[in-house]
């Protein structure tokens, strides 16, 4: 198991960015890994995923072209970089790791582990 810890959310205004980072106690580097969020009211949705070795990164048509996921595997980090958010971006993000080690990216992805999500609020 491992534990993965996220920060950087906060409140911006509408156009603005923000950078999330998702600490992880334990390796990562032969795991996809991925961010979800979820809005007041909402179920949790898919938002990004990057496969353990970088060579294939997936979004939700939502955030496409907007924000970007990446990752540090020395420093056991995933990143991701928001930029010209909407006032629909607000939500609790959390990331999440694979289940199983050298799986492919997918909006599905089937996770074995949480963090505990840092809020995100854009205001209009």
């Known amino acids: 198991q491992v534990q993965l810890v996220e920060s950087g959310g906060g409140l911006v205004e509408v156009g603005g960015s923000l950078r999330l980072s998702c600490a992880a106690s334990?390796?990562?580097?032969?795991?996809?890994m991925g961010w979800f969020r979820q809005a007041p009211g909402k179920e949790r949705e898919f938002v990004a995923a990057?496969?353990?070795?970088?060579?294939?990164?997936i979004y939700a048509d939502s955030v496409q072209g907007r924000f970007t996921i990446s990752r540090d595997n020395a420093a056991n980090t995933l990143y991701l970089q928001m930029n010209g958010l909407k006032p629909e971006d607000t939500a609790i993000y959390s990331c999440?790791?694979?289940?199983?080690?050298?799986?492919?990216?997918?909006?599905?992805?089937?996770?074995?582990?949480w963090g505990q999500g840092t809020q995100v609020t854009v205001s209009s």
């Open positions: 999440a790791r694979d289940r199983f080690p050298h799986g492919v990216p997918s909006r599905s992805l089937t996770v074995g582990s």
């Open positions: 334990g390796r990562i580097s032969t795991y996809t």
């Open positions: 990057i496969s353990w070795d970088d060579r294939r990164r």
